[in-house]
């Protein structure tokens, strides 16, 4: 059983407990403001993955705390650190504090766990107006980027993150598929079982956090025709539009954009359109839903949706997963995927840990 430690760190109420919570112990976003800040140190040991222990060390944020951390205690907190996730509040009133706490963390994992991969979420995103969110997400990440560089540290990743969505799932599916193991030959057998299934993406799930753990795409196939004039211009209708003649424009796809009604007929193109964040939504929707099931006594196994477009399978798969596979083509019979699923369960066994 691998165990790893990880370090939360950041200012007293910039938000690290509640992530966690929401992360590891299945709260709800509204039951987080009934959570005591941390004091010193809590130590919690969170399973992933089966095999996998995060030791997480959940630091408590006040000032005396961060001077205990850096002179009396720094070896025992710092030593042997495989993670560390620091948390900024973004609606923080002393952010000069602020970085100067940071540059101290970093120094001491210098100096201590040189190794670590460190991330740094800013947090409470919500909180700011969203026309605003990029200018000012990007300004603090040019903040943190300088510090790190005055620290010598070289590789770090930064996220802005809230509670509410789904950013917060985004940033600790990155974080915590850093620890897993041959995560290139998983993401190379998801591709084949994409490829094998006729799929558009296939997304694997942690089964307790719902967590991503890695995702295929086929790109030979796209779910969104895209309408392009007689000179290939991008039109605002993404429905076929009839010819001069009256008929129906002839869709092509792939690279084939030769066939068309007449001049006046628009061509067709396929092209993947998909939301950036459509996997992280899927955590929190279906992760609530299994809450609810829950609640309710029951226990969540898996779900199909359908619409005129696509159909998407979402069953338990290996002992710590989940699988969704989503297929668009018409000719793929639903009883074709759930096979595939449940052939395809002890092969990735072996590349999964359990």
Known sequence: MAKKKVLLMGKAHSGKTSMRSIIFANYLARDTTRLSPTLDVEHHQVRFLGDLVLNLWDCGGQDAFFESYFERDRETIFRSVELLIYVFDIESNSTENDFDHFRGVLEAIEENSPDARIFVLIHKMDLVAEEDR?????????????????????????????????????????????????????????????????????????????????????????????????????????????????????????????????????????????????FEKISNIVKQFKLSCGKAQSQFQGMQVRNSRFRAFMDAFTANTYIMVIVSNPAVRTQATEWNIQQARPHFEKFIPS
């Open 134 to 278: 990029n200018a000012i997400l990007e300004d603090r990440q040019e903040l943190i980027a300088e510090t790190c560089r005055e620290c010598h540290v070289e590789h770090f990743q930064c996220f802005g993150t809230s509670i509410w969505d789904e950013t917060l799932y985004k940033a600790w599916s990155e974080i915590v598929t850093n620890l897993i193991p041959n995560m290139n030959l998983l993401e190379t057998h998801l591709n084949k079982f994409c490829t094998l299934c006729d799929a558009e993406e296939v997304v694997l799930f942690e089964r307790a956090t719902f967590l991503v753990i890695s995702h295929a795409h086929n790109q030979e196939n796209t779910v969104l025709d895209e309408a392009l004039g007689p000179e290939g211009e991008n039109k605002d209708e993404l429905d076929a539009v009839d010819g001069a003649d009256g008929e129906a424009a002839e869709m092509t796809s792939g690279d084939n954009t030769n066939a068309v009604a007449s001049e006046q007929t628009p061509r067709f193109r396929r092209v993947a359109q998909f939301d950036a964040h459509r």
